[in-house]
């Protein structure tokens, strides 16, 4: 009986051994869908965060909406473009003056 219990014991060991290999192997192959995953949470999250704001402002949406149908697509994707463009230059600006500390910083309080 003894050594049927030593027997138990060695293989329920080795049982381990395997199944603790074999969790470190599935963690080390997980990981690239782990990364993967969170990015579709960012996605899922940024899709719900709009829809919380369309619910919250919806007078804000319908305005918007609105003077896209009232100026025509065309009119607003050329000044989309051009405020993008203004964003751009204006965020290259601010960055060299801050690196040359010529920008005025705001009061927090």
Not at 28 to 52: E, F, S
Request: proline share 3%; aromatic share 6%; hydrophobic share 50%.
């Amino acid at each position: 009986m003894q050594a049927r219990e030593i027997e138990l014991a060695l293989k329920r060991g080795r049982l381990q051994e395997r199944i603790a290999g074999q969790r470190s192997a599935l963690a080390t192959q997980v990981i690239p869908i782990a990364k993967a995953l969170g990015t579709a949470d960012q996605a899922m999250a940024l899709g719900r965060a709009g829809v919380t704001y369309v619910k919250h402002h919806p007078g804000q949406v319908g305005a918007a909406l609105a003077l896209l149908v009232f100026l025509r697509p065309k009119r607003v994707w050329r000044w989309g473009r051009r405020a993008f463009v203004a964003w751009g230059v204006w965020k290259k600006v601010r960055d060299r003056l801050q690196g040359a500390r010529m920008v005025i910083q705001r009061n927090a309080a």
